[in-house]
């Protein structure tokens, strides 16, 4: 906890964000503190100007008048320095820390498992770093200067009514005196906690609107209403919960506060005027009562500034907080294991249960994929196959016993390294914003030659005719939008290029046309050819022509074989087998009848 909280400090902020600048922050805190007493002196001469020419009696001394008007002038001059260095000094410093905390943030999120984006909302994850890297930017460019000045002003200032009067400089500091004893109220109570649950509010509805916004196309379609997006009406009725909550319990000190604050300005001219009824010299009397009417709304303004910054710091600590919850995720690490003599994939006793779940979704798993062999994965919706495939390319880290390609224990690989070993084609297949080129190629560097290639055997020459032969239009621009199916050939050419030895194939469930399902067939078909596949397979022709099937029930491997060696053994292969044939004869009928 302690150290957590050591985290979000200005000082702990620079020292691990300000590389090379951390110098700024001392000469930040310097300048900002001369621009505080720089501030208060010309008051000072104001004062004994002021005072002189009331008691001149016509007799005024030119040269000290001229000195008290230099001091006020040199004093302003050199205030207005202090303080353009202050900033300038806070403003490079901000930057260097926004920067990078931005690049901490992104290299962060390269280090962490693939899979942890499955779970997570990416735009969340963005918005996390960019917006509370451009709120610490903001408190400490703009509001970090004023720290050092907000506290000695108040501190001079204080000095400064003590030493003149002491009756009326009472009078001026009670106000303050109140205003702390109802700052310590808000402070004592709950308003941490209430602060942080507004701010979480304030964050749902943000995220939710978003979602909402996006849905609004469902929205209009089935003429829903905002109630029925149920989790953006909550998210709006608990930030209006929230911020009641939080007006209505400190609106009586805050209130409070305020009127202490304002009071001695109010109070001094008829305490000044009942002072006068004594023996007390008249003009001395006024000349203070007008100084402390000024001090007094110079000391109201510091003690805002005060409360504001202290309001900010605030704001930037939980922004800084936020931010640690990406740094503080555990990374994917690389870790050095002994190889062992086996080609392919070996499964060593694996056994994996997602964050936040109680059941494992593969249970320990041992298995060796050999080269060449082609297999096929089927089991119940929920058996783990997906997971299996998840876990080879190392979108998760294993709970329990290891996998190996190529005799490497998966963790022991660079993730480029890794993924460089094989090709994935997944049901969903998602497209960059970008060209043909640039989602075939994926930034590797081929030759035209080659990508050529990788569209035919792909067949996804329509699609390049399409876009007048120029494999550099942008998806998308000029009606060149994809189907699901021609998104999926696309990532077929993907995996024709790379080559691989292995490839692991979540075959589409449903295909959106006949076409594309035949052109499909045949480039997965062409693509299997001489590569340890691995396949989670939906058609009755890749499951009956594997060499090997595998059989998953609850995460575990029941049984492995041929198509008719599991025929004849397994009754749970039979069911399924079964349920894939009807589902056929369901498709084929359906088809017939919507024909
Ligand atoms: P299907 O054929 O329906 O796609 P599957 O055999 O591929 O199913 P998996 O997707 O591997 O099964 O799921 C195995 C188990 O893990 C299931 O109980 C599922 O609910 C759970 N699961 C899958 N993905 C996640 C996830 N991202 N977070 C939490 N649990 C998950």
Redesign the pocket.
């Known amino acids: 906890m302690n150290k957590k909280e050591k985290n979000n400090t200005i000082k702990a902020v620079v020292n691990k964000f300000a590389s090379g600048k951390k110098y700024l922050y001392y000469l930040t805190f310097l300048m900002s503190a001369i621009s505080g007493i720089t501030q208060i002196i010309p008051f000072y001469f104001l004062y004994k100007l002021i005072r002189e020419i009331v008691f001149s009696d016509g007799g005024l001394d030119k040269s000290l008048l001229i000195n008290y008007v230099l001091m006020i002038f040199v004093s302003q001059i050199a205030g207005v320095i202090c303080n353009f260095v202050a900033l300038l000094a806070s403003h490079i410093l901000a930057f260097r820390v926004e920067k990078n905390m931005r690049k901490e943030g992104v290299r962060q999120l390269v280090k962490l498992p693939i899979?942890f984006f499955?779970?997570e909302d990416t735009g969340r994850l963005r918005r996390i770093i960019d917006d509370n890297a451009s709120k610490t930017h903001t408190f400490l460019a703009h509001n970090f200067p004023d720290i050092t000045s907000a506290f000695i002003i108040p501190i001079l200032l204080i000095a400064l009514i003590i030493v003149v009067d002491f009756r009326l400089g009472l009078v001026s500091i009670l106000g303050i005196i109140l205003s702390f004893f109802f700052m310590g109220k808000i402070m004592n109570s709950d308003m941490k906690e209430k602060m942080a649950e507004y701010g979480k509010a304030g964050e749902d509805l943000n995220i939710n609107g978003v979602e909402y916004i996006r849905g609004i196309p469902i929205v209009k379609v089935f003429n829903q209403s905002v109630e029925s997006f149920q989790k953006f009406y909550h998210a709006i009725m608990n930030y209006d919960e929230k911020a009641r909550d939080l007006v209505f319990k400190f609106k009586k000190p805050m209130l409070l506060n305020s009127v202490s604050l304002n009071a001695p300005v109010i109070l001094l001219g008829p305490i000044c005027l009942l002072i006068l009824r004594g023996d007390q010299n008249p003009r001395e009397l006024i000349v203070k009562c007008a100084f402390y009417i000024m001090i007094s709304f110079l000391l109201l303004n510091a003690f805002m500034k005060v409360s504001a910054i202290n309001e900010s710091k605030r704001k930037f600590e939980i922004s800084v907080e936020k931010l640690y919850e990406i740094l503080n995720l555990k990374p994917m690490e690389i870790i050095e294991t002994e190889s062992i003599d086996k080609a392919g994939i070996f499964f060593n006793n694996v056994s994996f249960t997602?964050?936040?779940?109680e059941?494992r979704?593969?249970d320990s798993v041992d298995f060796h994929f050999k080269h060449g062999r082609n297999y096929a994965?089927v089991?119940?919706?929920?058996?783990?196959?997906?997971?299996?495939i998840?876990l080879i390319a190392r979108l998760y880290d294993v709970d329990e016993g290891e996998i190996y390609i190529e005799g490497m224990d998966v963790r022991s690989y660079e993730t480029e390294k890794l993924l460089s070993e094989m090709a994935i084609v997944f049901q969903e297949t998602s497209l960059l914003k970008g060209s043909l080129k640039d989602n075939i190629t994926m930034g590797g560097n081929y030759s035209d030659e080659q990508i050529m290639k990788a569209i035919d055997d792909a067949q996804c020459r329509d699609i390049l005719e399409r876009m007048d032969g120029d494999w550099n239009t942008l998806i998308g621009t000029k009606g060149t939008f994809v189907s699901g199916g021609e998104a999926q050939r696309i990532a077929l050419a993907r995996a024709f290029l790379k080559d691989s030895k292995i490839l692991l194939l979540?075959e589409a469930?449903a295909y959106a046309d006949t076409e594309n399902e035949a052109l499909i067939r045949d480039s997965i078909e062409k693509l299997k050819k001489d590569k340890l596949t691995i396949s989670?397979a939906h058609r009755i022709n890749s499951i009956i022509g594997a060499d090997e099937i595998i059989v998953?029930d609850r995460?575990r491997i029941i049984d492995s074989g041929t198509h008719e060696e599991l025929l004849e053994r397994n009754e749970e292969y039979k069911k399924l087998f079964s349920e894939y044939e009807s589902s056929i004869e369901w498709k084929i009928d359906t088809g017939g009848r919507d024909a």
Do not use: E, F, H, M
Request: hydrophobic share 20%.
């Open positions: 899979g499955q779970n997602y964050p936040g779940r059941t979704a593969v994965l089991g119940g919706s929920g058996s783990g196959k997906s997971t299996l998840k979540d469930s989670i998953l995460g």
